[in-house]
């Protein structure tokens, strides 16, 4: 494993190996108070229609921090049984209501309250969000028009967003969104959103519409891209080995109301998807976290043994 996440499983908080991972005590990096944190959550609980008969509790007293790394984001995958409260978590960090504020707790960015949306963080949907009246350039590039960037300008940089994401500038770029496949028009989301080079990442199952050969070959593009941007993202997903693949850690949330159950250090993708999710350590670390949703969704909050 890599000297970032040696220094996390010291013997306190280090509960166990499974397979090409490391069970820890929620969270990781509360115990290094010298790094500054890009996310922080201090016992936020988020209730909808709170005081009305139809009030729902989502998400319960969650703590986690992540730490700024030096020229490193970390990424951050975030597994549950349905409707445990994984997008609240989400579009708490990003701002968005009605998620925010949180009904109790604090949620901070870059050490401050978060108390609407920012430049800081993108986000990107599972639905293509794609203006379909505008080209694969221009919608590539709306972020940087609305910031007041020069038409040449921000068309050369789009330009070769749209080389980085995989797709072909000649061919591409002048399409509209109902002449593109799925993959290719979360590929224009993607690009649209990194463009900008946000500090935070969020993403809601961008790959969750996409078959299966498609949805590996985009795990491919989403690390290279990621190392290049260096931001820290947050994932979530349904597939557990897309979460063991992508993560730096993994966390497990419990039934609603969501509570992080467990937190996995992973080893980082150092090879292809369809390659490294073969592999008989990767198996059991994604067995491991199949077996410990399937009793949270039996059990509900019934505490794990």
């Known amino acids: 494993m890599s000297e970032d996440r040696s220094a996390k499983s010291t013997s306190d908080t280090r509960q166990s190996a499974v397979g090409m991972g490391e069970v820890m005590e929620p969270s990781a990096d509360s115990r290094r108070p010298d790094v500054p944190h890009v996310v922080e959550f201090r016992n936020v609980t988020k209730t909808y229609s709170a005081g009305l008969p139809n009030a729902f509790t989502a998400i319960r007293d969650i703590n986690f921090t992540v730490a700024d790394l030096p020229n490193k984001g970390e990424f951050i995958g975030i597994l549950g049984p349905s409707g445990c409260g994984k997008s609240t978590i989400l579009r708490l960090i990003a701002g968005l209501e009605p998620q925010h504020p949180p009904t109790v707790g604090e949620v901070l960015v870059l050490g401050r309250p978060v108390s609407e949306p920012g430049a800081d963080r993108g986000m990107v949907f599972q639905d293509y969000t794609s203006f379909d009246n505008r080209t694969v350039l221009e919608n590539i590039t709306f972020g940087l028009e609305c910031k007041g960037i020069p038409r040449r300008e921000r068309f050369e940089l789009g330009r070769r967003w749209i080389d980085h994401v995989g797709l072909d500038v000649k061919t591409d770029a002048d399409k509209y969104p109902h002449e593109l496949s799925g993959g290719m028009r979360q590929r224009v989301a993607i690009a ?49 080995e897309e979460a063991v693949f992508l993560g730096d850690r ?56």
């Open 192 to 240: 649209r959103t990194l463009i900008l080079r946000p500090r935070i990442i969020l993403m809601d199952e961008p790959f969750g519409a996409l078959d299966p050969q498609t949805r590996m070959n985009m795990q491919d593009l989403l690390v290279s891209l990621w190392r290049e941007v260096e931001a820290t993202v947050f994932f979530i997903t349904h597939s557990i």
């Open 250 to 305: 993994v966390y497990v949330l419990s039934a609603a109301p969501g509570r992080i159950m467990r937190e996995i250090a992973v080893e980082p993708p150092d090879r292809p998807a369809r390659q490294m999710q073969r592999e008989a350590k990767f198996q059991e670390t994604v067995n491991y976290i199949r077996d410990l949703i399937s009793r949270l969704e039996a059990e509900g909050e019934a505490p794990l043994q």
